[in-house]
């Protein structure tokens, strides 16, 4: 299990932190740092409930991280395994089973993020760098292939009639355009291997998802 005390710092300050994996205790407060990164309109039903929660802790408890500030849970991330192979199609709903993690495969060779939530208070903090961080330990301590998942594209609804999402992709990775989610996943090591259409319904990404690999290391080819 993962247990690790650690400094955010909030600008100059620093603050004590302690990111670790979450149990049913923290249920509630993993729930209300949905609806604090999701609020209305968005759908409340999108949140996570307490048995997809449980799912997480009982299938793949290693995959289930939080980080903890003062006694708030500041954020969370959630992972699977699946045996994944290079080209594979996949929605986010199929691939996680909805985010209830029943497709978990203890024998796959990828760690496939399921969730990345952080509260808006704390979103200076470093607390998604460090979670992503922590993954990447896991992928390497089970031995994974790689960490994996799709990452939306909520920039590309501005370019959707002069720009194809794979050309769009292009230019982030070149530094003509930046993307809220593309751009701090690849700052924070993962690299794009490609555009999956229909991952999830999402206007604002056309449907379509980058998909963002960080290779273990310690595993080539």
Same mark, same amino acid.
């Given at each position: 299990? &993962?247990?690790?005390?650690y400094y955010a710092f909030q600008e100059k300050t620093p603050v004590k932190a302690i990111i670790r994996? &979450?149990? +049913? #205790?923290?249920f509630d407060a993993l729930i209300g740092v949905q609806k604090e990164c999701f609020p209305p309109p968005f759908p409340e039903e999108l949140w996570w409930n307490k048995e997809q929660l449980t799912n997480h802790v009982r299938l793949f408890p290693e995959g289930a991280l939080c980080v903890e500030i003062n006694g708030d849970i500041a954020g969370s991330m959630t992972a699977l395994m699946v045996n994944y192979k290079p080209g594979d199609t996949h929605s986010w709903e199929k691939v996680t089973d909805n985010g209830y993690i029943r497709t978990? !495969? =203890? @024998? /796959? @060779? #990828?760690? &496939? $993020? $399921? !969730?990345i939530s952080v509260k808006p208070a704390y979103r200076k903090l470093g607390i998604g760098k460090k979670m992503m961080q922590a993954m990447y330990e896991t992928? $390497?301590? *089970?031995? *994974?292939? =790689?960490l994996l998942g799709g /990452? =939306?594209?909520? /920039?590309?609804?501005? &370019?959707q009639d002069i720009l194809t999402p794979e050309q769009y992709l292009e230019k982030v990775v070149s530094g +003509? *355009?930046? !993307?809220?989610v593309i751009t701090f996943l690849m700052r924070v090591g993962r690299v794009p291997a490609g555009i999956v259409h229909d991952y999830l319904d999402d206007s604002e990404s056309g449907n379509c998802a980058a998909l963002m690999e960080w290779k273990n290391p310690f595993k080539q080819d």
């Open positions: 299990m &993962y247990y690790q005390e994996n &979450y149990q +049913e #205790t923290d978990h !495969d =203890r @024998n /796959g @060779n #990828t760690l &496939y $993020v $399921v !969730d992928v $390497v301590q *089970l031995k *994974l292939d =790689r /990452g =939306r594209i909520p /920039g590309f609804h501005k &370019y +003509e *355009l930046t !993307d809220p």
